[in-house]
């Protein structure tokens, strides 16, 4: 395990390693939910419930932490039970938690918000002894926008258009460009915003609670009271950043948005500590990626080295393929550095069956 955040944020110039599970490592699991938990219909991921199960028994903690700021704690604890991981709503840290207390650290208490969003945004503001309205003539004194649902209106935008065009403090759960959907990937909260930006004439910018922003790291330790977190997701851009802003240890599994190849090619930012398939990573020890002196690394039964402008890969048929992944990091983010990594990994990656 890496020694302390400031480390951390230097020395990730390959995956980490680990003598025991993590679920011992590691007092509380961050879980995003999305990609990691259950898939964008809502149907378990394979073996996400069984490891989950097991992590519990084991004695560590899960909290589930989301950038959706549509549903209510309550409702996301009720769709996990029902997948056979039970939750309570004190299990969930949502965005809209988070943009919540954000808010409520700069207005008074009983003050109005303009609410452009679902539920969830305004059973977390009442929680906050806040008082959520739907026009800009109502005299909020904040403007808040969250992920509302496909039904979500143009009069929505309008409304905070107006408000936030009039001076009012403007303010974001998050700004995720995308959602994932049963049917495709659509627009996240993020397009809402610059719909918002745009009317206004780019003269604003709002204040954004959500990963990978320090606001939401500070909501989910202040809720779980976690002393040895892991941020378990699928995505570098929020789960894995926000771990790297956070000063905490992360675990990527590939169950989501990113890929492989996206992987070996992170910035500094986004590589996460750990790697796995899926969730199954929590209930294992991590193996060491280790430099072997002539420009390679090993891992398992393979070395990963760069020969030109390409990555190499070099093993016994039939080793673990993530162990080939994580000899593959150590090779790509050190020649990388901190820019960008361009290195060709098509045959290293056919070689993994990838």
């Known amino acids: 395990m890496a020694r302390d955040g400031q480390e951390r944020r230097t020395e990730r110039s390959r995956p980490g390693g680990s003598a025991v599970a993590l679920s011992a490592a590691y007092d509380t699991a961050l879980l995003d939910l999305d990609g990691v938990v259950y898939f964008a219909g809502g149907a378990a991921i394979p073996y996400a419930v069984e490891a989950l199960g097991a992590a519990r028994d084991g004695g560590m903690r899960l909290a589930y932490v989301t950038n959706n700021a549509l549903r209510t704690p309550d409702a996301v604890a009720a769709h996990l039970t029902e997948l056979g991981v039970p939750a309570a709503a004190d299990d969930v840290v949502t965005s809209a938690q988070a943009v919540a207390r954000l808010i409520a650290e700069d207005v008074p208490a009983g003050a109005r918000v303009l609410v452009v969003g679902g539920e969830g945004l305004r059973v977390a503001l009442r929680e906050r002894g806040l008082v959520p309205v739907e026009s800009a003539d109502d005299g909020p004194v904040a403007v808040v926008q969250g992920y509302g649902g496909p039904e979500l209106g143009w009069g ?181 550095g901190s820019g960008a990594c361009a290195l060709d990994a098509g045959k290293a990656l056919a070689r993994l069956g990838l």
């Open 156 to 336: 929505r935008f309008a409304e905070a258009a107006y408000a936030v065009g009039r001076g009012v403090p403007w303010y974001a759960s998050n700004t995720d460009l995308t959602i994932p959907g049963t049917r495709g990937i659509g627009p996240g909260n993020g397009a809402a915003v610059e719909v918002v930006r745009i009317a206004t004439g780019g003269r604003f910018e709002p204040k954004v609670a959500g990963k990978p922003r320090p606001p939401m790291h500070r909501e989910t330790v202040l809720r779980t009271g976690a002393e040895r977190p892991l941020v378990v997701g699928d995505r570098l851009d929020t789960d894995i950043e926000g771990a790297f802003e956070g000063g905490v240890d992360s675990l990527l599994v590939l169950t989501g948005v990113t890929d492989v190849a996206t992987l070996l090619a992170a910035v500094p930012e986004h590589r996460p500590t750990y790697v796995a398939a899926d969730l199954r990573g929590l209930l294992v020890a991590q193996p060491e990626v280790l430099a072997d002196g002539d420009g390679g690394f090993r891992c398992g039964g393979w070395r990963a080295s760069v020969s030109g402008d390409a990555l190499v890969l070099d093993g016994a048929d039939g080793s673990d393929a993530l162990d080939g992944v994580r000899a593959l990091c150590g090779a790509a983010w050190t020649r990388a």
